[in-house]
C-alpha cells in the first residue's frame, strides 16, 4: 500500500511504478520474456518466469492495484473467472461449504454450480439482504461467504455490513466481486472484506480490448491464490499487462464521468411511458438506494430496465438504437446493452432466471463516456413506436 499517496487519483498514477524508472521511460515498458536469470532465488514461487505472475509488468499492477483499494497485496489474472476460481480454490477443499449471494454474475453461478460440487464442495444460496436468515445455513465446514458489490444484472445492493460481520463471528472468508463499483466507488478492504475480486477486463482496464482479472486483499490470502495460480496457469501476459497499467491511470476520470452520466440516463428512463422498471441504486426509487448512498462513492455506469412491451420490445429497443452497441461485457468507453439472458446468464435454467427476476426481457446497459444527451437522445427514438 502506497501510504505516501493520499488520493486514489494519484495512486492510480504513481503507486507501485519503478524507481528509478526504467531506463528513464515514463510508460513502462513491456518486458515480453518468458524467462529471467536466476538471481539467488530460494523459493519456486520467487523464480521471475511469466507464469508465475511476477514480472516487472505484474510486479507494477499488483503495487498499484493493492493501493487503489487501500489493501496490503493484489495479483492480477488470466481473466475474471480466473481470478474467481483460484480465490475460491485457494480457501475451499472437499468436504468444505461455501455461502453465496442468490443472485450472482452467471460464470460465477455455474463455477459454483456445476464445479465445485465435482471438488467434493458444497455450497447454499443466501438472501444478502435478509442477515437474519444466513445463521440457518451456516454449517461446521462453511468456510467462506460471498457476495458482489452491486448484483449483475438487476444492481442489488447486499447488507455488506452484515456480511463483513457474520463473516468474522463465524471465521469465515469474505470474497466480494467488485467489478461494478470498482475501486473508485468501493473498496472492499476499507470495509472488511478479505478478498476483492475484478474482472479488469471492465472497469480498471476500460477499453474492451483485454481479458484479465485481479484478486486483492490481506497478504497472506494473497500468497495462497498467488501460488494455487501458479500451479493453474492463469496468468496475464505482459502485453495485456502493459494495456491494463495504461487503462487504470485513467479509471476515475473515466468511472466518475460514467456515475454521472448513468445516473442522468437513469432518471431520463425512470419517467419514459414505455419503461416498466429501472434497477439503479442512485435513484431514490431504488429498494437500497439509501444503504448505497451509506457504503458507495458512485453507483456505478451500469443499469437495467424492463420495457412495458416485455421480450418483444426489448428486441425492437436494441435493434433501434445506433449509438450503442449490442455486445456483452461492459465498463468500456462505449455503450454496450444486452440482454443478459441469451448472454450473461445464458448457462442458467430458465427456470432459475425467471425466480431471480432474470426476464427475458430484461435489458443491461454499460454506459459509456460519449455524450450523456447523445445516449439520451438514441435511447429516445430508440423507445418510440
Same mark, same amino acid.
Given at each position: ?245 495504461? /487503462? #487504470?491511470?485513467?479509471?476515475?476520470? !473515466? *468511472? ?7 445516473? $442522468? %440516463?437513469?432518471?431520463?428512463? &425512470? ?85 431471480? /427476476? #432474470?426476464?427475458?426481457?430484461?435489458? !443491461? *446497459? ?7 444527451? $447523445? %445516449?439520451?437522445?438514441?435511447? &429516445? ?5
Amino acid at each position: 500500500m502506497a501510504e505516501s499517496f493520499k488520493n486514489l487519483e494519484t495512486k492510480l498514477i504513481h503507486a507501485g511504478e519503478p524507481e528509478p524508472r526504467v531506463g528513464g521511460a515514463v510508460s513502462m515498458p513491456i518486458f515480453q520474456s518468458a524467462n529471467f536469470e536466476f538471481a539467488g532465488e530460494t523459493s519456486y514461487h520467487e523464480i521471475k518466469y511469466i507464469r508465475l505472475n511476477n514480472t516487472p509488468n505484474h510486479a507494477v499492477l499488483h503495487k498499484k492495484l493493492a493501493a487503489a483499494e487501500n489493501a496490503e497485496a493484489a495479483l492480477v489474472t488470466g481473466s475474471g473467472m480466473a481470478a474467481i476460481t483460484t480465490s475460491l480454490l485457494s480457501v475451499l477443499s472437499a468436504g468444505d461449504h461455501l455461502l453465496i449471494q442468490d443472485t450472482l454474475y452467471g460464470g460465477t453461478h455455474d463455477f459454483i454450480t456445476k464445479d465445485l460440487p465435482t471438488f467434493g464442495i458444497e455450497y447454499d444460496f443466501i438472501d444478502a439482504d435478509d442477515p437474519d436468515s444466513w445463521k440457518k445455513k451456516l454449517r461446521a465446514s462453511t468456510k467462506a461467504i460471498y457476495v458482489e458489490t452491486m448484483t449483475n444484472p438487476l444492481m442489488q445492493v447486499a447488507d455488506l455490513r452484515a456480511v463483513v460481520d457474520f463473516a468474522r463471528i463465524n471465521l469465515l472468508v469474505s470474497f466480494i466481486d467488485n467489478t461494478f463499483a470498482s475501486p473508485v466507488n468501493f473498496r472492499p478492504a476499507e470495509w472488511g472484506f478479505d478478498i476483492s475480486l475484478h474482472s479488469c477486463t471492465k472497469y480498471l482496464n476500460g477499453h474492451s480490448d483485454i481479458v484479465a482479472g485481479a484478486a486483492i486483499g490481506g497478504a497472506e490470502l494473497i500468497e495462497k491464490v498467488t501460488h494455487k495460480l501458479n500451479r493453474l496457469g492463469g496468468t496475464l501476459d505482459p502485453h495485456a499487462c502493459f494495456l491494463l497499467h495504461r /487503462g #487504470i491511470k485513467t479509471l476515475s476520470l !473515466r *468511472v466518475k464521468y460514467q456515475n454521472k452520466s448513468a445516473f $442522468d %440516463i437513469a432518471r431520463f428512463m &425512470e419517467k419514459h411511458p414505455a419503461v416498466a422498471t429501472v434497477n439503479y441504486p442512485g435513484l431514490e426509487s431504488h429498494p437500497r438506494h439509501l444503504r448505497a448512498r451509506e457504503l458507495f462513492d458512485g453507483f456505478s455506469g451500469m443499469l437495467s430496465f424492463e420495457l412495458k412491451g416485455g421480450l418483444p420490445a426489448a428486441g425492437r429497443f436494441i435493434e433501434r438504437a445506433s449509438l450503442s452497441i449490442h455486445a456483452p461485457s461492459l465498463g468500456g468507453v462505449e455503450t454496450l446493452v444486452t440482454r443478459p439472458a441469451t448472454t450473461s446468464h445464458s448457462g442458467m435454467l430458465p427456470e432459475d432466471r425467471r425466480r431471480l /427476476g #432474470i426476464t427475458d426481457g430484461l435489458i !443491461r *446497459v454499460s454506459v459509456g463516456i460519449e455524450a450523456t444527451e $447523445d %445516449i439520451i437522445g438514441d435511447f &429516445e427514438q430508440a423507445l418510440r413506436g
